[in-house]
């Protein structure tokens, strides 16, 4: 058999940035910088341009940054977030956080998002703000869900966390809603050597109180204004964030590539392939395919040495963690069946051709069979 193809490939990544990464790791141990420290402010600046936004306040991780994006926005016990039940668990994680309640809107069936336009119907006086999330890569339908918000007078949290350096509109996500939260999880477009997460925003007020926050609710070491929490970026992770940040335009365009490629190939096979929203541009964070058989798919795959994962496959209305809800099975039928027919196939810079070619061959032979 052929070499395996990994899901995921951080080691191919890592390799031409060796030098560098132990040059900058090695840079945080001589200034003893751990926890925040130069890096890591740079970084905050480096990625605030990035985006295109004012501020960037970094974290330990991007569920750090949503859950204190809510905190900022006032959210509390009582509230309610609408927000999509097909995501990373981490979205409902800040809600339930702050004490509020996340209320949940299905998805559109070609792009994964949130529909706007069943939005309006769950909104309710208790409603506090609207966190959809850029699922895959791509871009939810900004215009008219700020046109909601709009309405509504309710902020917009994005949930950028797959989404870095996307497009909406020709323009890079990050400043749609009053604040958006991105991860630097390893698996990320870019990914820390460890956890990482960041929120970006236009409001200096909203910074100010998220660097507090991140650091034991204090500017002045052993005062502290309010309750605050452990939130602080590492010093090493904005050291390695640093490195690697002037490569993330050229690493998105490398996954469109790869996702072009992918859509060549597969045209013709009965897949559902991605649907790249017209107003969008994808950081194709993943190339999400759906099938009915998909579990067939997927176990000809992994007996193929195609790496493949399920994201996600189980929406979060439908999980154990979150029954006191009360929601059931068939109140968000498109989550539902995304989540028995999705398919993550990989996905990443340096996927070569003659690696996705092989990966498409495999798909093919399962279909001809
Ligand atoms: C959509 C989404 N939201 C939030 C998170 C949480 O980020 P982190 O793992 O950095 O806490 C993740 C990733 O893990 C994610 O994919």
């Known amino acids: 058999m052929s070499e395996p ?40 600046k480096d990625f605030a341009k990035f985006c295109g936004a004012q501020h960037c306040v970094a974290f330990n991780s991007g569920t750090s940054a949503l859950h204190i994006a809510l905190l900022l926005l006032g959210v509390g016990p009582g509230d309610e977030v609408i927000t999509t039940p097909f995501t ?12 509020a309640k996340p209320v949940y809107v299905d998805i559109d069936d070609a792009t994964f998002n949130l529909d706007p336009k069943l939005i309006e119907k769950a909104i309710t006086p208790k409603t506090k703000a609207i966190m959809p999330v850029h699922l895959y890569g791509q871009p939810f339908d900004v215009g008219a869900i700020l046109e909601i918000c709009r309405q509504h007078k309710l902020p917009l949290v994005e949930d950028a966390a797959q989404a870095h350096g996307a497009k909406f509109q020709g323009k890079v996500i990050g400043t749609f809603g009053e604040i958006s939260c991105f991860s630097f999880y390893p698996g990320k ?19 100010k109180r998220a660097r507090a926050l991140r650091e034991h609710g204090s500017t002045v070491r052993y005062y502290h204004d309010e309750i605050g929490y452990n939130y602080r970026m590492e010093g090493i992770q904005g050291a ?93 039928p498109i989550s539902e069946k995304a989540g028995r027919e999705c398919l993550s196939l990989p996905i990443y810079p340096e996927l070569t051709d003659p690696q996705l070619e092989r990966v498409a061959a495999v798909v093919k032979d399962f279909f001809s069979k």
């Open 5 to 44: 193809i990994p899901y995921l490939d951080l080691r191919a990544q890592m390799k031409p940035l060796r030098a560098e990464l132990d040059a900058a790791i090695a840079r945080t141990l001589d200034n003893c910088s751990f926890c925040l420290g130069p890096d890591v402010v740079q970084f905050e």
């Open 88 to 99: 990373f668990v981490a979205t409902s994680w800040a809600i339930s956080y702050v004490g």
């Open 240 to 332: 390695v964030l640093g490195v690697k940040l002037p490569h993330l335009e050229k690493w998105t365009q490398a996954r469109r590539r790869v996702a072009h490629r992918y859509h060549q190939l597969l045209q013709d096979t009965p897949l559902q392939l991605p649907l790249e929203a017209s107003f969008a541009e994808s950081a194709y964070h993943l190339f999400v395919v759906r099938h009915p058989r998909r579990d067939d798919l997927k176990a000809h795959l992994d007996a193929n040495g195609v790496g493949c994962a399920l994201h996600y496959p189980l929406p979060l209305h439908l999980q154990k963690c979150y029954a006191s809800l009360g929601y059931q099975a068939g109140d968000f």
């Open 189 to 207: 477009n870019l990914g820390a050597a460890g956890e990482g997460g960041a929120l970006v925003t236009n409001n200096a007020d909203f910074a």
